[in-house]
């Protein structure tokens, strides 16, 4: 059975409410911050990569079906990950969400994939150059253009085969 609207709505909604309490928990906490290149960074280069890594694997878990396409928000842990935390967290996320990704197969495997790394690694090189002026509002407005750009693989890849099969 195909969601509504308003499932798709909920799904979205969740997921920048979660994003939104992770983001509060770890900047008042600390955890991630102040990381100076020694070796208790690798901890938390590790326990960034975890947290925003499962995020991602719960982001595929919890896709609806709509119009015979699963919606999901997997780019959404290594978006996060990245524009808070920087490269190596977004990229680590990136990997274990398109990792998880390719388990699953299909006809869109790839381009799901390749769509995840993409995310976290342009994200990643966005936070390094501009991490001092990353807003709410630019970071809505990043992660809306990296879901464009989830959606043009994917496209393109579905006209490919398309093309191909004709």
């Known amino acids: ?80 990950g990245s524009l808070w935390f920087g490269p190596v967290i977004g990229i680590g996320a990136a990997v274990i969400g398109a990792a998880y990704r390719f388990t699953l197969g299909g006809a869109t495997m790839v381009p799901c994939c390749l769509a995840t790394l993409i995310a976290g690694t342009a994200c990643g090189i966005i936070w390094y150059f501009y991490r001092e002026k990353i807003t709410t509002l630019i970071a809505t407005l990043i992660a809306v253009v990296m879901g464009c750009v989830h959606i043009l693989l994917v496209c393109a890849s579905s006209l490919r085969t398309t093309s191909a099969g004709l």
């Open 1 to 80: 059975m195909d969601a509504t609207v308003g499932d798709v709505i909920v799904l979205f909604g969740v997921n920048l409410g979660f994003a939104a309490i992770l983001g509060i928990i770890l900047g008042k906490t600390r955890l991630l911050d102040d990381m100076k290149g020694d070796f208790t960074d690798w901890i938390k280069y590790s326990a960034g990569i975890v947290i925003f890594g499962i995020m991602s694997l719960l982001g595929s878990i919890a896709s609806i079906e709509y119009g015979g396409a699963l919606l999901n928000v997997r780019d959404g842990g290594p978006i996060y």
